[in-house]
């Protein structure tokens, strides 16, 4: 339930709330539309790939959410206006790429290349130019099959510093979505949703209305994951398009009847 404004909101906050509804709207266009495959691109956890006696080297998570259905030719527009009241399913497809330490000599301990594949997820132990190759192709691939790659992430610096260190080349038709805003325009009513609780109450801090991520690595049993706020946030999107209307409208409601107070009218 929506709560009761207690003044005007300043410039800055205007200016920022509006910040937040653009990144909210990108999410949703992208959701909604079958020409866009989302991604979240994210270093994980080092210990993931740390092995005794060896270099950590960096590990890498690639979620992709691909529409679970392409539309039908022909479909009719009866059809066509029932799918879009509807959130858009997507389906799920997960990359690890664990960067190997390539050592001299036939060490019997050293980490070797494996490939392991359970229905969606892949996972792959490569040396360095194997793992770029995988990377690379993955969005590659994205880029050929879907008019946009919509990468999205709460932190998109340390999104961009994961695919640097791969030496992932960004693809030319792309949108980037910060999610902490999409979070914070979402929860400005409501608060956050139960389900990314888990995730944002050792991993969010909120000071005066704005979200940011706590500083380092995620913390908690459960990380942050980006893919894991997508699933929520994602869907939600097109419902929240008209929040900043509203949120301005009723700052400027407000403002005038502090005005006519501060003048002495009734």
Not at 12 to 29: G, I, M, P, S, T
Not at 219 to 225: A, I, K, L, N, S
Not at 237 to 256: C, I, N, P, Y
Request: contains cysteine.
């Amino acid at each position: 339930m929506a709560q009761p404004m207690k003044r005007p909101l300043t410039e800055a906050e205007l200016r920022r709330a509006e910040d937040c509804a653009d990144e909210n709207e990108k999410l949703a266009e992208c959701w909604e539309s079958h020409q866009v495959a989302i991604v979240s691109c994210e270093r994980a956890d080092n210990n993931l790939n740390r092995f005794p006696g060896y270099q950590t080297m960096p590990v890498l998570t690639i979620d992709t959410l691909l529409p679970l259905e392409q539309p039908a030719a022909g479909s009719c527009s009866r059809k066509k206006k029932q799918q879009q009241q509807q959130p858009m399913t997507r389906e799920l497809a997960q990359r690890t790429i664990r960067e190997l330490e390539r050592v001299k000599g036939n060490k019997w301990s050293a980490p070797r290349p494996y490939y392991f594949k359970h229905r969606s997820h892949e996972q792959f132990d490569v040396y360095t130019q194997e793992a770029r190759i995988r990377a690379s192709e993955t969005f590659d691939g994205l880029a050929q099959k879907y008019v946009t790659v919509c990468i999205a992430g709460y932190d998109l610096r340390e999104t961009r510093r994961g695919m640097e260190s791969l030496r992932t080349d960004t693809p030319e038709r792309v949108v980037w979505v910060d999610l902490m805003k999409v979070l914070e325009h979402q929860a400005r009513d409501g608060g956050v949703p139960t389900e990314l609780r888990r995730y944002t109450d050792d991993n969010v801090t909120v000071r005066n209305g704005r979200y940011d991520r706590r500083p380092g690595e995620p913390r908690g049993d459960y990380g942050m994951p980006s893919v894991r706020l997508l699933e929520v946030l994602g869907p939600a999107a097109a419902g929240h398009r008209a929040d900043f209307r509203k949120l301005e409208k009723g700052s400027v409601a407000l403002k005038r009847i502090v005005n006519r107070a501060r003048n002495g009218i009734s």
